[in-house]
Structure formats: structure tokens, C-alpha cells
């Protein structure tokens, strides 16, 4: 759970910043008012501290939440954002303008615009999920491609021990297309689909797989209360702890890229 108090202190910073001297701007709002979800105390803090960025190396985020970019700009690395919605994209060039050494770029995870070996290290956090049929395969070669080798390659998952998939009446980000007149939202991996994701890119080398949860777990509490608990979400970080094992809902993938 280290690490997350600067974090918040960056998203409420971003926030009042924009509301301050530029005005009224949604995400602004939201960085003031939910600087941290639940599940950002998981995935986050544990990011920030694994990534081996040095200042001055390149690193690609695949569409995680935009604050973990911010952070490890003002770290001195060099870091490119990108996302499939434009909409997303534009708000937070708006909300980060005047950031050095970030920036944000539309483009499609499953082909991403970059040579080969263009990054020290990427990654993508709570993203894969969302990418329907073999998506979630596709876009992990393409972080492998990008890298070089030697580089990491940082990746979150929900996780559950049985695999699931959750449908929607319409699209939550992007429009892949519907099956029935349902939309693909996500999936639940469990230890067999992993090992399916983690088997599709053999250029990487799993270095470590973690299971996670808070203790206490107030998520689900706080999604369905929302926005009536939204003043207690420091208490995530001063209260709960984080605990390994399979009764977890997160999971947190570390690999290396292979030597060519």
C-alpha cells in the first residue's frame, strides 16, 4: 500500500489546478472528488514502485488511468499515453497541459503506431479485460513488440476463480461491435485463462504473478453507494491493507522482455 498518498496528492493537484486557473472541466472534478478508486489503491502504488523506469527512458501506457503517466513524468521519465477514445485522449491533454515529458496519443492497442523496440518498458493497467474475443493476446504482443528487450512490461487483471464474462445493453468505451444486441464489457480471468494469456506471447517471461485484495474489501460497498462514500476514500489507504492469495480480485502480472 506504499505510495498511494502522492499519488492522491497529484490527482487532487491536476484537479484544482485546471478548476483554479482554467476552469470547469469534468475530469477536473473528478480528480478532486475520487482521486483514487478502491481498486487504484491495488494496482496503482504497486505499479509505480515495480516499473524499473529510470528518468529519461521511454515508457508506453496501453489506456491504464491517466495519474500513474503524471506521476512518473514528474519522475523525469518519458512517458506516451495512448488510448482508443479520442474523447478520453483530448480531456487529458486539457488536464495535464503544461506536463513535460508526457504525452497522449489516440491509437488501438490490439496495433499499436510504434516500431519495434521503441520503449524501455510498458503497461496496462485494468485494460486487457475490456478488449473482446482474442483482443486481450493481441495487445500483450503488441506491449512485447514495442519494448526492447530487457524492458518490462507491467499488466492488471480482475481476477476470480472461475473464468466469467460480463455483457452489456451498450458500449462502455469503444464500439467493437455487439453479439445478440449485447456489448462485451469484460472478463474474469482465472488461473487457466492466465496461463492462456501469458502462453500467447512467448517473447515474454512472467517474472511474477500476484493475487490481491483489500482487507477490508469496501468496493463493492463504495461503487453501489457512490457518490455518498466518496469522502471516505483516504480511509482505503489509512485502513485497509493489501492481501495476497486466491481469494483475491486482483492480479498483477510482471514480465521481462525476452533477449532477441
Known sequence: MRGWTSLYATSVGLGLRHLLRRGYLREAVVRVAVPLDPSRYLELPWALRALPASAGERVLDLASPKLLAVAL???GVEVTSVDELPREVETWRRLAGGEGGVRFQVADGRALPFPDRSFDHAYSLSVLEHIPELGDEQALGELARVVRPGGSVLVTLP????YREEWRDRPAYADHGSREGRYFFQRWYDRARL??????????ELRSLQVVRMQPNWNAAYVRAFPWLVPLGPAFGLLGREVEGEGGDVVRLAFWRRQA
Not at 195 to 204: G, I, K, Q, Y
Open 195 to 204: 496461463e492462456r494469456l501469458v502462453a500467447s506471447t512467448p517473447t515474454l
Open 159 to 162: 481476477y476470480s476463480p472461475f
Open 73 to 75: 513524468a514528474r519522475r
